[in-house]
T-cell receptor, first 111, second 117 residues
Framework: EDQVTQSPEALRLQEGESSSLNCSYTVSGLRGLFWYRQDPGKGPEFLFTLYSAGEEKEKERLKATLTKKESFLHITAPKPEDSATYLCAVQGYNQGGKLIFGQGTELSVKP | KAGVTQTPRYLIKTRGQQVTLSCSPISGHRSVSWYQQTPGQGLQFLFEYFSETQRNKGNFPGRFSGRQFSNSRSEMNVSTLELGDSALYLC????????????????FGAGSRLTVL
């Protein structure tokens, strides 16, 4: 059964304090691994798609990496506006629009 | 470029009633998926429609149903509402040009917040 586990559930950082979020996954045939950001009262906002082990993608202070079993979202020198829930999801082949989501990591960055 | 539009944004119903939620996808997107988000279960897949046909279905009871129209707009319906149906219902659309084109990136709407009393 396809499954995604994220850790930690919540993370509190001081502004400028770098850290990483973890996403462990099992899927029969990975079509893509996704990272989304969700702000309170809003829908998830797409950040990255990773396709194969060893792949890395960056966007501003965020960098996503992928291995055969895990993905990491590295946050470098975070700012208060990075505070949000970060969601990891996997998509299998022949699954169309079906994503399996983890429970998310709630990130809080204090000034 | 307009995003995914969901209506209504908020609604309150009582147990036993039914509800219909609407979703207008991004222009040109042929796939529409629905998800339920609750604090305890997180985001769970309900179903997906592609070219007016249900292509995938999650593990939800038959009270949850949906459909897609020829213009790709979609509706989902929940009948005989229960307290546990209170949730944020999210619609997502995607182009889905097939597995050879890479992963199918979903764009989400802001959601419809349903409260069942």
């Amino acid at each position: 059964e396809d499954q995604v586990t994220q850790s930690p559930e919540a993370l509190r950082l001081q502004e400028g304090e770098s850290s990483s979020l973890n996403c462990s996954y099992t899927v029969s045939g990975l079509r893509g691994l996704f990272w989304y950001r969700q702000d309170p009262g809003k829908g998830p906002e797409f950040l990255f798609t990773l396709y194969s082990a060893g792949e890395e993608k960056e966007k501003e202070r965020l960098k996503a990496t992928l291995t055969k079993k895990e993905s990491f979202l590295h946050i470098t020198a975070p700012k208060p506006e990075d505070s949000a829930t970060y969601l990891c999801a996997v998509q299998g082949y022949n699954q169309g629009g079906k994503l399996i989501f983890g429970q998310g990591t709630e990130l809080s960055v204090k000034p | 470029k307009a995003g995914v539009t969901q209506t209504p944004r908020y609604l309150i119903k009582t147990r036993g009633q039914q509800v219909t939620l609407s979703c207008s996808p991004i222009s040109g997107h042929r796939s529409v998926s629905w998800y339920q988000q609750t604090p305890g279960q997180g985001l769970q897949f309900l179903f997906e429609y592609f070219s007016e046909t249900q292509r995938n279905k999650g593990n939800f009871p038959g009270r949850f149903s949906g459909r897609q129209f020829s213009n790709s707009r979609s509706e989902m319906n929940v009948s005989t509402l229960e307290l546990g149906d209170s949730a944020l219902y999210l619609c997502a659309s995607s182009l889905d040009a097939g597995p050879s084109s890479g992963a199918n990136v979903l764009t989400f709407g802001a959601g419809s917040r349903l409260t069942v009393l």
